[in-house]
């Protein structure tokens, strides 16, 4: 998040990435021994993940339908992100991202301070664009932070390709406006909505 000078302007400029299929998902692997899981509603052990984020948001997003693709390291998850179909609100700009049905929307990724280095990311990422592959999807995206860097490192290396970015400008912490690119040739323009 870059803030723009002055106090009363916040500046927010995301990378929106993407992998179209049927896309050659390169072969990353966690340098550390992991098992790797995908976690819905009817999973008899969704519960690994309220372990790493709370069980009441981790019960809200498997109501809605969303995944959790997981990898864990002596029963314990290090690395996780979750998958959605449907529309999910993207804080930082104040709207939300609505996947097309034939897209999914990967999004708030984390790897355990302890595990990170071990390229447990992009091997996440990589079950995630398997998983979607396996429902026929066209597209998987990914929205990170400019000047997240590490994060960008991993998309990147999980395959995905910058298709366009998204500056919001927000003023007084309320009036907001979004800019958005055109998107790089034969890559289908991100759909945003209201939050409201």
């Known amino acids: 998040m870059r803030l723009v000078p002055g106090f009363l302007l916040k500046r927010v400029e995301l990378c929106l990435y993407d992998f179209l299929y049927p896309g050659e998902i390169p072969p990353v692997e966690a340098r550390l021994e992991v098992e790797h899981r995908v976690l819905d509603r009817t999973s008899p052990d969704r519960d690994l993940i309220a372990q790493a984020q709370g069980?009441?948001?981790a019960s809200e997003r498997f109501e809605r339908g969303e995944r959790c693709f997981v990898a864990l390291h002596r029963g314990r998850p290090?690395?996780?992100i979750w998958g959605a179909r449907g529309s999910v609100g993207v804080e930082e700009i104040a709207m939300a991202v609505r996947p097309d049905p034939s897209e999914a929307y990967l999004y708030d990724?984390?790897?355990?301070?302890?595990w990170r280095g071990k390229n447990l990311y992009p091997a996440v990422l990589r079950?995630?664009?398997?998983?979607?592959?396996?429902?026929?999807?066209r597209r998987s995206m990914i929205f990170v932070g400019a000047d997240n860097t590490a994060s960008r490192r991993g998309v990147e290396k999980a395959g995905f390709?910058?298709?366009q970015t998204l500056n919001y400008t927000r003023f007084l912490f309320v009036f907001g406006w979004?800019?958005?690119s055109p998107p790089l040739a034969g890559h289908p323009p991100a759909a945003f909505v209201s939050l409201a």
Request: hydrophobic share 50%.
């Open 78 to 80: 290090v690395s996780y």
């Open 109 to 114: 990724a984390f790897t355990q301070p302890a």
């Open 161 to 163: 390709t910058l298709f």
């Open 178 to 180: 979004p800019e958005l």
């Open 55 to 57: 069980a009441i948001l």
């Open 127 to 137: 079950r995630a664009l398997e998983h979607g592959r396996g429902l026929g999807l």
